[in-house]
């Protein structure tokens, strides 16, 4: 049948060829292989941690800007609520203002009412002086002094309360 010798020399060639072939790729080629591997994974692993620094500069910048844009909410409403008070505070200046201000009118038309009051209070008075007179003057029928006579009767009406 056949024959195991011819077997046996061409596995122990191939065996042999085999350990040439490993000897010449690890001469030649495995040092270069290993070394563009590791590159390839220096470069790789570079690269990640270059995004994983990156993702942490990005949550870092965005909870600062989050924190600016809470701050500024913060500003707006204080500033909002700062001029809502002074608004209020002006209004109030506004109102008292105008109290004050139609208080002065009020007082000024009193005593204007009063003024007023007082020169019709004269003229009704002079009228009654110059009604005596004229009744007292028919009655007496003798020509006297006018004048000392509305004295006379001023003086009456003011010793009676009429003034």
Do not use: C, P
Not at 83 to 102: S, T, Y
């Amino acid at each position: 049948m056949f024959d195991l010798a011819i077997f046996e020399n061409m596995f122990f060639w191939a065996v042999i060829n085999f350990l040439i072939l490993y000897l010449v790729y690890r001469i030649f080629f495995f040092k270069k292989v290993t070394a563009f591997m590791e590159k390839r994974a220096n470069m790789i692993q570079e690269q990640l941690d270059f995004a994983a620094k990156s993702k942490e500069e990005a949550i870092k910048l965005k909870e600062e800007y989050e924190n600016i844009l809470s701050q500024a909410h913060a500003k707006a409403n204080e500033i909002v609520q700062n001029a809502v008070i002074e608004a209020q505070k002006q209004a109030d200046k506004i109102i008292e203002d105008a109290k004050l201000e139609a208080n002065k009118i009020i007082e000024n038309a009193l005593k204007q009412l009063e003024i007023e009051k007082k020169k019709q209070i004269n003229e009704l008075k002079n009228q009654f002086v110059s009604i005596a007179l004229l009744a007292a003057s028919k009655v007496i029928e003798k020509n006297l002094n006018t004048e000392e006579n509305r004295k006379i009767v001023e003086n009456i009406f003011d010793e009676a309360g009429v003034a």
